[in-house]
T-cell receptor, first 115, second 114 residues
Framework: EAGVAQSPRYKIIEKRQSVAFWCNPI?????LYWYQQILGQGPKLLIQ????????DSQLPKDRFSAERLKGVDSTLKIQPAKLEDSAVYLC?????????????FGPGTRLTVL | AQSVAQPEDQVNVAEGNPLTVKCTYS??????LFWYVQYPNRGLQFLLK??????LVKGSYGFEAEFNKSQTSFHLKKPSALVSDSALYFC????????????FGTGTRLTVIP
C-alpha cells in the first residue's frame, strides 16, 4: 500500500513570496489533514478535510494560508505572502473515517525555510 | 482545554534495558491516545493507539503502552531497547467527535546507548 505522498520535500523562499505544497493521501482515505511542525514542537493542525469539505480550519491563519481539496483526493496548501515565522515542516496526513482505524498516516513532510 | 504533556525532553537508556517514555494528558471526555515516532527527515510513524477496551495495548516494533485513567497517563514501554529505537517520540490525543484533530505533546528524544 502506497503511503502519503508530499512534494516538494524542501523549499526555500524569501519573505513575502508565495509557496504551494501538494499532498496525495493513501488511497481510500476520506480524511486529510495538514499540520505545521515548528522546530522543537509537536505538530499543530492547520486544517482537516472530510472528502472535499472542510471539517476544522480554526487554526489556519486565513489571511495568508489557504488549502483546497477540490476532488476529494489530493490537496494543496498555499502560503501567500510568507513570513519568517512560517519556517517549519508542513506535514500531510490521512485517515479512514472508521473509528476502529482512526490513526493518521503521515507523509514525509515539506521543510519550508523563509529567508 | 485539551493538553498533552511529555515531561522528559530526553531519555537515555542502555541497549537491552527496558525503556519508558512518559505521557500524561488533561482532557474532558473520553480521549483516544496515540504514540508516534519520528526519525530524522521523515514523517511521523504510527506506533499504537488506545481507543477502548484493554488498558494495555501492543503496537509496532515491540512497543506497548498502558492507559491509566486514574493517573491520566499513557506511558510508552519496551522490554528491551535497541539502538535503532533512537528517535523522537510523540504522544497525542484526539476525540472522535467529527473533527479528529490530534493534539501532540512536545516530544521526547530517546537515545539508546550501545
Amino acid at each position: 500500500e502506497a503511503g502519503v505522498a508530499q512534494s516538494p520535500r524542501y523549499k526555500i523562499i524569501e519573505k513575502r513570496q508565495s509557496v504551494a505544497f501538494w499532498c496525495n493521501p493513501i488511497s481510500g482515505h476520506a480524511t486529510l489533514y495538514w499540520y505545521q511542525q515548528i522546530l522543537g514542537q509537536g505538530p499543530k493542525l492547520l486544517i482537516q478535510f472530510q472528502n472535499n469539505g472542510v471539517v476544522d480550519d480554526s487554526q489556519l491563519p486565513k489571511d495568508r494560508f489557504s488549502a483546497e481539496r477540490l476532488k476529494g483526493v489530493d490537496s494543496t496548501l498555499k502560503i501567500q505572502p510568507a513570513k519568517l515565522e512560517d519556517s517549519a515542516v508542513y506535514l500531510c496526513a490521512s485517515s479512514s473515517w472508521d473509528f476502529r482505524a482512526i490513526e493518521q498516516f503521515f507523509g514525509p513532510g515539506t521543510r519550508l525555510t523563509v529567508l | 482545554a485539551q493538553s498533552v504533556a511529555q515531561p522528559e525532553d530526553q531519555v537515555n537508556v542502555a541497549e537491552g534495558n527496558p525503556l519508558t517514555v512518559k505521557c500524561t494528558y488533561s482532557v474532558s471526555g473520553n480521549p483516544y491516545l496515540f504514540w508516534y515516532v519520528q526519525y530524522p527527515n521523515r514523517g511521523l510513524q504510527f506506533l499504537l493507539k488506545y481507543i477502548t477496551g484493554d488498558n494495555l495495548v501492543k503496537g509496532s516494533y515491540g512497543f506497548e503502552a498502558e492507559f491509566n485513567k486514574s493517573q491520566t497517563s499513557f506511558h510508552l514501554k519496551k522490554p528491551s531497547a535497541l539502538v535503532s529505537d533512537s528517535a523522537l517520540y510523540f504522544c497525542a490525543v484526539s476525540f472522535y467527535t467529527g473533527a479528529n484533530n490530534l493534539f501532540f505533546g512536545t516530544g521526547t528524544r530517546l537515545t539508546v546507548i550501545p
